[in-house]
């Protein structure tokens, strides 16, 4: 139950698992596994504790989320968008990512599980055998304040007694949703149909935004997890301002397999003071999908070409580590609006002042209230020149529409929900401290681009029905069926953005199969005593925002190392 701020407060004693970043997939083993007595855990942390900092409580700060809780990552100049470098923000604070995300509750498509159940060959991964756990895990609230919400979510799809808080916007709709609303339900049913709740495992259709928030705060992992009474049980340690450096071998097991339960620390600031600390049963990497390859590459697991030109010595070839990345790409289409006179600005200190008085207001919310899930129409030519679909069946959209409105300017972001292309996270140097180089791999594959593209005709056809015809007026952005394909094309190099939702760096494959790095149960292929659980495990990208999914992965991790050991 102790709480410890540095590496030089971790006690002289034992632990059966040591939690290897203490972020979303983190935050929920380390919790699972203590509800048990008899397992012990250490969960060793390389940001500070995200307990009573405001910013990460109040959901309408994300845009201002002190750098102390962010890596600060930039990609490698992307050579298929002008060579442009991207910001790319990672959580560093316990809690992880789910203390700067953007809140939005997406599972994505049932066929994307049952696609991971194929590829790992573990029906345990499929969307039934999860749904189980989505409704363990989530905590559905009405929002505060107590609109009627009746008609715009699926009571029968949401858990109530999990931990992490979901809930709709505590504002009622307003012109721009009826709007959009009608668009849908009048207009253009056939294309954009109003679905009652995205997360059901049918996304398809124009749905009301769901968010990680309860009661107008933020509900982190850290949060919901890792609460006052979870920090109590004597069974349960955190370390925080503590960089895992590298994992060591603990020698050969009996069957002649790598046996690694043994982690090396570092204090946050950097130095050359090492502890090494050894786990009871096994060390559970959730580092995120950029940390935990990293931290396997520095371990001298990977490529052994790459690790030896790195001058580090291989103690495992596993040539898949930090390959295989998955990103979503957004890009814009916009209109100005007939009127052009943007809304009034926010007040900050008043708005601070109603969020603080009873979590009401502008500052508890953050993201869009309406999502449009859609597909590329079949007879598209994109499948033809580009192979076959990536989505992982019918009922799994390509493009995500999130819709906005400023007064001023209106339309939708444009997300890529199956990318072809793939990224990697490489090492930069032998020194664990240098941050890892991160390659989107954006438009490697020609196919992405052109979805984008196929994703700005849906934002145009959407817009285009009589209920927008006095709101929008010109269009900002490049139009996608003007006769020069160029200028869509170069601005979408121009402008395209990451929605930060790497997944796949370290992959589950079926047991046996020389692709991905880790078995179903999440075991590092060839070794005993660790596991990997956190985004880096996703062996498909989900259809949707993250979090949902690495949720789910977390809890069926505990249920997996709990029914391996006990
Ligand atoms: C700005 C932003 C916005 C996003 N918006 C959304 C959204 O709206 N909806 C959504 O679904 N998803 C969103 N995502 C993605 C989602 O948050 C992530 O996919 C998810 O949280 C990843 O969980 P994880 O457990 O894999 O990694 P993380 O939650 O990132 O956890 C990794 C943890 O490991 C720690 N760590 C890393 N290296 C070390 C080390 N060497 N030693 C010790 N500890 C270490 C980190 O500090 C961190 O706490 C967003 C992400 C970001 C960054």
Known sequence: NVYYQSIDGIPDRTYDF???????????IASRLTEDPRISVLVVEAGPDNEGVLDLQIPGYYFQIP???????????GANIHNRVLKFDRGHVLGGSSCINGMVYTRGASDDYDAWAKITGDPGWSWNA???????????????????????YDPRVHGYNGKTQVSLIQKSPDEFDLRALNTSTQYLCKDFPFNLDPNSGTPLGLTWTQSTIGDGV?????AAYLDTPVRARPNLDIVVNAYATRLLSSGTEKKKQLDIRTIELAPRSGGTTR???????ELILSAGAINSPQILLNSGIGDSADLTSMGIQTILNLPNVGKDMSDQPVTVALWNTTSGVPFPLLDPAAALEQWKSNHTGPLSAFATRQTIWSRIPSNSTIFKRFGPDPASGEGAPHIELSLYDDGAVAGTSIILLTPKSRGTVKLRSNNPFDPPRIDLGYFNNPFDLEALREGARLAKQFFSAPSWSDYLAAPITADPDAADPAPFEDNTRDFVLT???????????????????????LRVKGVTGLRVADASS???IPTGHPQAAVY???????VLIKSAWY
């Open 218 to 222: 933020r509900s982190s992992a850290s």
């Open 552 to 558: 789910a992965l977390a809890e069926r991790a505990a």
């Open 275 to 281: 502890k090494t600390l050894t786990a009871e049963k």
């Open 130 to 152: 999860l749904f189980p756990l989505y409704k363990i895990h989530e905590k559905w609230l009405p929002p505060l304040g107590g609109r009627n919400i009746t008609g715009q």
């Open 67 to 77: 750098a102390t809780y962010n890596w600060n990552y930039e990609t490698e100049p």
């Open 499 to 521: 929605t930060l939702h790497p997944v796949g760096t370290a992959a589950m494959s079926a047991r046996g199969s020389k692709a991905g790095v880790l078995d179903p149960d």
């Open 18 to 28: 040591i939690v290897v970043g203490g972020g979303t997939a983190g935050s929920v």
């Open 538 to 540: 996703i062996p498909l």
